[in-house]
Protein backbone atom coordinates (compact mmCIF):
# COMPACT_ATOMS: atom_id res chain seq x y z
CA UNK A 1 0.00 0.00 0.00
CA UNK A 2 2.76 2.73 0.71
CA UNK A 3 4.88 1.34 -1.85
CA UNK A 4 2.23 2.06 -4.00
CA UNK A 5 1.52 5.47 -2.72
CA UNK A 6 4.72 6.41 -3.49
CA UNK A 7 5.18 5.85 -6.63
CA UNK A 8 1.23 6.35 -8.18
CA UNK A 9 -0.03 9.08 -5.98
CA UNK A 10 3.19 11.18 -4.70
CA UNK A 11 5.29 10.52 -8.06
CA UNK A 12 8.11 9.37 -6.64
CA UNK A 13 10.17 7.33 -8.89
CA UNK A 14 12.99 4.44 -7.79
CA UNK A 15 13.54 1.19 -6.14
CA UNK A 16 11.08 1.46 -3.06
CA UNK A 17 12.60 -0.47 -0.42
CA UNK A 18 11.91 -1.04 3.92
CA UNK A 19 14.14 -0.22 6.73
CA UNK A 20 13.11 -0.04 10.35
CA UNK A 21 15.23 3.08 12.08
CA UNK A 22 15.81 3.52 15.70
CA UNK A 23 18.33 5.12 18.17
CA UNK A 24 20.68 3.86 21.16
CA UNK A 25 22.41 5.80 23.98
CA UNK A 26 25.81 3.87 24.53
CA UNK A 27 27.92 5.17 27.31
CA UNK A 28 30.85 4.71 29.56
CA UNK A 29 28.83 2.97 31.99
CA UNK A 30 29.76 -0.59 32.09
CA UNK A 31 27.61 -2.80 30.16
CA UNK A 32 27.26 -5.97 32.10
CA UNK A 33 26.66 -9.19 30.87
CA UNK A 34 27.35 -13.11 31.51
CA UNK A 35 30.80 -14.42 32.10
CA UNK A 36 31.84 -18.15 32.26
CA UNK A 37 32.92 -19.22 35.47
CA UNK A 38 33.92 -22.63 36.94
CA UNK A 39 31.08 -24.49 38.97
CA UNK A 40 30.33 -22.85 42.34
CA UNK A 41 32.09 -19.39 41.50
CA UNK A 42 30.44 -15.96 41.09
CA UNK A 43 31.90 -14.21 38.66
CA UNK A 44 33.52 -10.83 39.05
CA UNK A 45 34.20 -7.83 37.35
CA UNK A 46 35.66 -4.24 37.35
CA UNK A 47 32.93 -1.31 36.34
CA UNK A 48 32.96 1.95 36.22
CA UNK A 49 30.05 4.25 36.73
CA UNK A 50 30.94 7.31 34.45
CA UNK A 51 27.53 8.91 32.89
CA UNK A 52 29.08 10.19 29.63
CA UNK A 53 27.59 8.87 26.50
CA UNK A 54 27.37 9.26 22.67
CA UNK A 55 24.15 8.44 20.70
CA UNK A 56 24.08 5.74 17.19
CA UNK A 57 22.08 6.61 15.20
CA UNK A 58 20.75 3.36 12.76
CA UNK A 59 18.29 2.12 9.79
CA UNK A 60 18.44 -1.69 8.72
CA UNK A 61 16.89 -3.24 5.50
CA UNK A 62 15.36 -6.77 6.78
CA UNK A 63 15.09 -8.78 3.56
CA UNK A 64 18.84 -7.11 2.46
CA UNK A 65 20.39 -6.59 5.28
CA UNK A 66 21.51 -3.04 3.76
CA UNK A 67 22.27 -0.40 6.56
CA UNK A 68 23.83 2.93 7.42
CA UNK A 69 24.70 4.30 11.35
CA UNK A 70 25.68 7.42 12.32
CA UNK A 71 26.63 9.09 15.68
CA UNK A 72 25.28 12.53 17.44
CA UNK A 73 25.77 13.89 20.78
CA UNK A 74 22.20 13.81 21.89
CA UNK A 75 18.59 12.04 20.61
CA UNK A 76 16.75 15.08 19.87
CA UNK A 77 14.65 17.61 17.38
CA UNK A 78 18.18 19.33 16.06
CA UNK A 79 19.82 15.70 15.42
CA UNK A 80 17.05 13.41 13.96
CA UNK A 81 16.76 15.92 10.30
CA UNK A 82 20.48 15.03 10.35
CA UNK A 83 20.10 11.48 10.05
CA UNK A 84 17.07 11.67 8.05
CA UNK A 85 19.08 14.05 5.56
CA UNK A 86 21.79 11.91 5.62
CA UNK A 87 19.71 8.15 5.13
CA UNK A 88 18.40 10.10 1.85
CA UNK A 89 21.82 10.47 0.33
CA UNK A 90 22.78 7.78 0.88
CA UNK A 91 19.91 5.70 -0.89
CA UNK A 92 19.24 8.58 -2.89
CA UNK A 93 18.19 6.42 -5.80
CA UNK A 94 15.23 4.62 -4.07
CA UNK A 95 12.18 5.48 -1.85
CA UNK A 96 12.56 4.38 1.80
CA UNK A 97 9.67 3.59 3.74
CA UNK A 98 11.31 3.50 7.24
CA UNK A 99 9.29 2.37 10.33
CA UNK A 100 10.26 3.86 13.18
CA UNK A 101 8.74 4.39 17.27
CA UNK A 102 6.50 7.18 18.27
CA UNK A 103 9.65 9.41 19.90
CA UNK A 104 8.97 13.29 19.90
CA UNK A 105 12.07 13.75 17.86
CA UNK A 106 10.55 11.74 15.11
CA UNK A 107 6.88 13.29 15.33
CA UNK A 108 7.87 17.11 16.05
CA UNK A 109 5.75 19.51 13.84
CA UNK A 110 9.01 21.18 12.34
CA UNK A 111 10.10 17.89 11.58
CA UNK A 112 11.50 18.25 7.59
CA UNK A 113 11.37 15.06 6.05
CA UNK A 114 13.28 14.56 2.51
CA UNK A 115 11.11 13.90 -0.04
CA UNK A 116 12.29 10.57 -0.86
CA UNK A 117 11.63 8.80 2.42
CA UNK A 118 7.71 8.01 4.43
CA UNK A 119 7.75 7.34 7.75
CA UNK A 120 5.87 4.69 8.92
CA UNK A 121 5.46 4.80 12.59
CA UNK A 122 4.77 1.86 14.83
CA UNK A 123 2.50 0.96 17.77
CA UNK A 124 3.56 2.89 20.66
CA UNK A 125 5.06 0.82 23.61
CA UNK A 126 6.23 -1.84 21.41
CA UNK A 127 10.01 -2.54 20.40
CA UNK A 128 9.50 -5.87 19.72
CA UNK A 129 8.39 -4.90 16.71
CA UNK A 130 11.09 -3.00 15.03
CA UNK A 131 14.01 -5.68 14.37
CA UNK A 132 16.52 -3.17 14.79
CA UNK A 133 16.23 -3.52 19.24
CA UNK A 134 17.99 -6.82 18.20
CA UNK A 135 21.06 -5.20 16.66
CA UNK A 136 21.55 -2.84 19.37
CA UNK A 137 21.56 -6.16 21.68
CA UNK A 138 24.18 -7.83 19.23
CA UNK A 139 25.91 -4.48 19.50
CA UNK A 140 26.08 -3.63 23.15
CA UNK A 141 26.33 -7.59 24.08
CA UNK A 142 30.05 -7.03 22.06
CA UNK A 143 31.07 -4.57 24.51
CA UNK A 144 30.11 -6.13 27.90
CA UNK A 145 32.69 -5.83 30.75
CA UNK A 146 34.80 -3.12 28.06
CA UNK A 147 35.95 -0.43 30.05
CA UNK A 148 36.95 2.43 27.87
CA UNK A 149 38.42 5.43 29.79
CA UNK A 150 37.17 8.34 27.37
CA UNK A 151 34.41 8.38 24.72
CA UNK A 152 36.78 8.36 21.78
CA UNK A 153 38.09 4.88 23.03
CA UNK A 154 34.42 3.84 22.93
CA UNK A 155 33.76 5.39 19.60
CA UNK A 156 36.54 3.28 18.48
CA UNK A 157 34.97 0.04 20.19
CA UNK A 158 31.74 0.86 18.49
CA UNK A 159 33.39 1.37 15.31
CA UNK A 160 35.27 -1.80 15.25
CA UNK A 161 31.73 -3.00 16.53
CA UNK A 162 29.92 -2.07 13.50
CA UNK A 163 32.07 -3.38 11.15
CA UNK A 164 32.31 -6.65 12.05
CA UNK A 165 29.24 -6.44 11.78
CA UNK A 166 28.42 -6.87 7.55
CA UNK A 167 25.30 -7.24 5.84
CA UNK A 168 25.19 -10.90 6.36
CA UNK A 169 25.22 -10.25 10.16
CA UNK A 170 22.53 -8.09 10.09
CA UNK A 171 19.70 -9.59 7.59
CA UNK A 172 20.68 -12.82 9.87
CA UNK A 173 19.77 -10.60 12.88
CA UNK A 174 16.91 -8.50 11.73
CA UNK A 175 15.75 -11.27 8.50
CA UNK A 176 12.87 -12.64 10.92
CA UNK A 177 10.54 -15.20 8.80
CA UNK A 178 6.99 -12.85 9.87
CA UNK A 179 8.55 -9.56 8.57
CA UNK A 180 9.69 -11.31 5.26
CA UNK A 181 7.21 -13.20 4.39
CA UNK A 182 4.75 -9.61 5.44
CA UNK A 183 7.39 -7.35 2.99
CA UNK A 184 7.46 -10.23 0.10
CA UNK A 185 3.40 -10.19 0.35
CA UNK A 186 3.68 -6.15 -0.19
CA UNK A 187 6.22 -6.57 -2.69
CA UNK A 188 9.03 -4.61 -1.35
Known amino acids: MLAWFAVGVLGLS ?10 TRIGLKTISGRKITAPGVKPKG ?4 QFRATYLYGIVEPTT ?12 TDCFPVFLNLVAQHFADSILIIQLDQAGCHRAKRLQIPPN ?10 PETNPIEQVWQHLKRGLCWQ ?40 GL
Open 46 to 49: KVQW
Open 147 to 186: LPKTLDELRLLVRERLQQMTQAVIRSIVGRASILEALSVA
Open 65 to 76: GAHFFSEFTHCN
Open 14 to 23: GQVRFFCEDE
Open 117 to 126: IILMFQPSHS
